[in-house]
């Protein structure tokens, strides 16, 4: 279960980034925050992973996909997926808090884990992305990045033709592939 100064941390973060600051800055400069992986979003990927790290192996799962299910690029081979109690609830209308954890290996075995991916679920975040905050994890759930050296935290691919938000979108609206 998601702390609840996570949640607040987490309403905190987005009121600040929708409103901006009071530094009268410009179009331009909005223009400027990148679609992901600010420190922001790192900080924001951190928190949750405070939060859910030591618990997530605990929750359930998706309805026949429990235990080592067959996964592709970027995430592994396979992988073991985890949903917290908002997810479980109603897995077609995910409300705000659901968290996904896919732990992703690169062969069918526990010794091959390689990383982690997370999809969190901010109301209104995201909007043209189903309002999932996305992030990939070391298995020890430091923040990732690309080989661009960009955080994998936040709006992971927006407007790109790579990443989590062109991949999924392929997955329809709720942009789940489980569903």
Same mark, same amino acid.
């Given at each position: 279960?998601?702390?609840?100064?996570?949640? +607040?941390?987490?309403?905190?973060?987005?009121?600040?980034?929708?409103?901006?600051?009071?530094?009268?800055?410009?179009? +331009?400069?909005?223009?400027?925050?990148?679609?992901?992986?600010?420190?922001?979003?790192?900080?924001? +990927?951190?928190?949750?992973?405070?939060?859910?790290?030591?618990?997530?192996?605990?929750?359930?799962?998706?309805?026949?996909?429990?235990?080592?299910?067959?996964?592709?690029?970027?995430?592994?081979?396979?992988?073991?997926?985890?949903? *917290?109690?908002?997810?479980?609830?109603?897995?077609? +209308?995910?409300?705000?808090?659901?968290?996904?954890?896919?732990? *992703?290996?690169?062969?069918?075995?526990? *010794?091959?884990?390689?990383?982690?991916?997370?999809?969190?679920?901010?109301?209104?975040?995201?909007?043209?992305?189903?309002?999932?905050?996305?992030?990939?994890?070391?298995?020890?759930?430091?923040?990732?990045? *690309?080989?661009?050296?960009?955080?994998?935290?936040?709006?992971?691919?927006?407007?790109?033709?790579?990443?989590?938000?062109?991949?999924?979108?392929?997955?329809?609206?709720?942009?789940?592939?489980?569903?």
């Amino acid at each position: 279960m998601i702390k609840h100064s996570f949640i +607040a941390l987490s309403i905190l973060a987005f009121a600040t980034t929708a409103c901006g600051d009071d530094d009268g800055g410009s179009a +331009a400069d909005a223009a400027e925050e990148p679609a992901f992986g600010s420190a922001q979003d790192v900080s924001t +990927a951190q928190q949750l992973w405070s939060d859910v790290g030591s618990t997530y192996q605990t929750w359930g799962t998706f309805p026949g996909l429990s235990g080592f299910v067959a996964s592709a690029a970027p995430h592994g081979a396979f992988a073991k997926i985890y949903i *917290n109690d908002t997810v479980a609830a109603d897995i077609g +209308a995910i409300a705000d808090g659901g968290v996904i954890i896919k732990e *992703n290996y690169t062969a069918d075995n526990d *010794n091959a884990f390689d990383s982690i991916t997370v999809m969190y679920k901010k109301v209104g975040y995201s909007p043209d992305a189903a309002d999932w905050f996305w992030a990939k994890l070391s298995t020890t759930g430091d923040v990732l990045t *690309n080989p661009a050296g960009v955080s994998l935290a936040g709006r992971v691919g927006l407007g790109g033709d790579s990443g989590c938000i062109p991949c999924h979108q392929g997955a329809g609206s709720d942009f789940l592939f489980s569903n």
